[in-house]
């Protein structure tokens, strides 16, 4: 999984999946089905991990906007980051299977279904304005969330990346065009 998130799926190259994984060509094969069944194995796993992250901030009783910030304030960017392995394989729509793509897509969705239930929420509650259409918000959430994904490829510094989210919320649920 580590050498597809940092190298992406052309980056990956047959030997060096061999070498990080131990397994010779023939069982790679074999278990597998090839590079792109190996791709697709380490594309579900990073993605029941991420899933986690997301249920951890967004899937947490009462839903709300502290859900939303819950989430955005956990998000770490360090020397070391080489980007979302979910955003990664998106942008390799046309070299990656369309199983992983749509993997991929599936997750990104299920994650702006869990923007949308605490925006809903956060509605209810008076947090943002009823004339809010909450699915608009729940997109500009999602772009925002894989946007600092890719951001955080160059840019490591924590109290930046808190001031643009905390910019980019504020204008979004609260003084925006929608709030």
């Not at 597809?4 to 089905?33: D, P």
């Not at 939303?68 to 956990?74: D, K, L, N």
């Not at 840019?155 to 905390?166: A, M, P, Y």
Request: hydrophobic share 40%; with cysteine.
């Amino acid at each position: 999984m580590d050498l597809f998130w940092k190298e992406g799926f052309a980056g990956a190259h047959l030997g060096k999946l061999v070498e990080a994984s131990g397994l010779n060509r023939f069982s790679l094969y074999k278990e597998f089905g090839g590079k792109e069944g190996l791709f697709e194995e380490a594309l579900r796993r990073y993605l029941e991990s991420a899933r986690g992250a997301y249920a951890e901030h967004l899937k947490r009783a009462p839903y709300g906007l502290d859900n939303i910030r819950s989430y955005f304030s956990a998000l770490h960017y360090g020397p070391d980051y080489h980007g979302c392995f979910m955003i990664n394989t998106l942008t390799e729509k046309h070299i990656v299977s369309e199983k992983a793509f749509n993997m991929a897509k599936r997750f990104s969705n299920e994650a702006e279904r869990l923007y949308l239930k605490n925006l809903k929420a956060a509605q209810s509650l008076g947090e943002i304005s009823e004339e809010a259409d909450p699915r608009v918000l729940a997109k500009g959430l999602m772009a925002m969330d894989q946007g600092l994904a890719v951001y955080g490829i160059t840019q490591s510094g924590e109290s930046t990346k808190d001031q643009i989210v905390n910019l980019l919320l504020e204008r979004l649920l609260v003084g925006g065009p929608h709030g």
